[in-house]
């Protein structure tokens, strides 16, 4: 989805490094995620914000921090990288309405940590 | 919440119909049923969501039956563009958000 961004889209890093992904949304969503992938194991949720002052832990938040700065930024640091944080990472952002929500995904970082 | 059975991977070929089955046991009251579509380096895109019965959208039907134990996302006459990883989805709408859960998902491949 075109009005979700990711930035970088390739990193390519060295263990113990510090590294951001940035995420940032124009559809005026105040729920954002961050998501892992890795080959076999689908989508694993991280971190995810349902407005600027809410912050709540996923399934693997270890070793990964965010940062909500505004309605429509979100971003996932990793403090010192390890080489099995190598992965494909995606942001996403949902409005629930009504009893349908949808989540829009951003297209993705991948990142390779050496 | 839920957890989701799906095929691993199906093939067919353009022109078919594709019918790819969840099998969602523990299935909650609240729960809704949500497939996603996800292009090789992209991420996945919503394509139908339902609770009990058929729902039809521009892309796909969802068949889920009285017991709601599974559910069958229908695809039809599918073309190469339709070659992706199907994910299946349970979980309460309204908490939905902070809780969705992708398996394994399943990978379609669709052949000339």
């Given at each position: 989805d075109a009005d979700v961004t990711q930035t970088p889209r390739n990193r390519i890093t060295k263990t113990g490094k510090r590294i951001m992904l940035e995420c940032s949304q124009?559809?005026?969503?105040?729920r954002m995620y961050w998501y892992r992938q890795d080959p076999g194991l689908g989508l694993r949720l991280i971190y995810y914000s349902f407005d600027v002052k809410d912050i709540n832990k996923g399934e693997i938040s270890d070793g990964y921090s965010v940062s909500?700065?505004?309605?429509?930024k979100f971003s996932l640091s990793l403090e010192s990288a390890i080489p099995n944080q190598t992965a494909l990472y995606f942001c996403a952002t949902s409005d629930p309405q009504g009893v349908q929500e949808t989540q829009y995904f951003g297209p993705g970082t991948r990142l390779l940590v050496l | 919440l839920a957890k989701t059975t799906q095929p691993i991977s199906m093939d067919s070929y353009e022109g078919q119909e594709v019918n790819i089955t969840c099998s969602?046991?523990?299935?909650?009251?609240n729960d809704y049923i949500t497939w996603y579509q996800q292009f090789p380096s992209q991420g996945p895109r919503f394509i139908i969501q339902g609770y009990k019965t058929k729902v039809t959208n521009e892309v796909a039907s969802l068949f889920i039956p009285a017991d709601r134990k599974s559910s069958t996302l229908s695809l039809p006459r599918?073309?190469?563009?339709?070659t992706a990883v199907y994910y299946c989805l349970v979980g309460e709408?309204?908490?939905q958000g902070g809780k969705l859960i992708f398996g394994q998902g399943t990978e379609l491949s669709v052949k000339p």
């Open positions: 124009t559809k005026g969503h105040d909500r700065q505004a309605q429509a | 969602h046991n523990n299935i909650a009251t599918v073309s190469l563009s339709d709408i309204y908490n």
